[in-house]
């Protein structure tokens, strides 16, 4: 079945250097979402990208879908503390359920 | 304001008990979900429902059971058989299909077993 796996598993950066986790794919995607959970909380959905290359920015957020379609990164610029969560990924191969990635978990030290 | 509520928020079971976690939405959603969380994992999904009155097992549905008789509500009962229920539960929904711009999700339930 599809699998989609997120590097890295972790990640601790000073605040405001810069923080970007990839997502691969086993097979290509019709879109990929991004997911932010707060620690303690649940996801919450941040965006959707569809286009083969499609770039969006969301302030200090980039995403990027690939060529193949079959990976995305979420880049953030200068991250502050407000930061600190895990970031899913999730892929469809179609109009179905969506499969989550392993997630990255990122902390922000002052 | 339109949302998932999840209950109870927190719920302990003795063993070889059966429990069932409430989901329900006002979103005018079809699609329903049921995701299982261990403590730094990721998200596995357990149940899926499209549409009222059918559902689809998912990855890791042993040992889980759910129904879908109205659009509004996606119960999940968490049976004796489950092996290793201790987990942080997550129930979602969406439009279908090509309408899906996202999952909105309920804030959970952590079921612990004693």
């Known amino acids: 079945g599809q699998q989609v796996m997120q590097i890295p598993q972790y990640q601790h950066v000073q605040e405001g250097e810069d923080f970007t986790t990839y997502c691969n794919s086993s097979?290509?995607?019709?879109?990929i979402q991004w997911y932010k959970q707060r620690p303690g909380g649940h996801p919450v959905f941040l965006i959707q990208?569809?286009?083969?290359?499609e770039v969006k920015k969301q302030k200090r957020l980039t995403f990027q879908f690939g060529e193949a379609k079959k990976n995305s990164s979420l880049h953030i610029t200068a991250t502050q503390t407000t930061d600190v969560g895990t970031y899913f990924c999730?892929?469809?191969?179609?109009?179905?359920?969506?499969?989550f990635g392993t997630g990255t978990k990122l902390q922000v030290i002052p | 304001d339109g949302g998932i509520t999840q209950s109870p928020k927190y719920l302990f079971r003795k063993e070889g008990q059966n429990v069932t976690l409430s989901c329900e939405q006002n979103l005018n959603h079809d699609a329903m979900y049921w995701y299982r969380q261990d403590p730094g994992q990721g998200l596995r999904l357990i149940y899926y429902s499209q549409i009222v009155n059918d559902f689809q097992k998912g990855d890791i549905a042993e040992g889980y059971s759910v129904s879908r008789e109205k659009k509004e509500s996606f119960p999940l009962t968490v049976t004796s058989a489950q092996k290793n229920p201790t987990a942080f539960y997550l129930c979602a929904s969406s439009l279908p299909g090509q309408f899906n711009y996202g999952y909105t999700f309920g804030s959970g339930t952590r079921l612990t077993v004693v």
């Open positions: 999730a892929g469809s191969g179609g109009y179905q359920k969506v499969t």
């Open positions: 097979t290509t995607l019709s879109n």
């Open positions: 990208l569809v286009k083969s290359g």
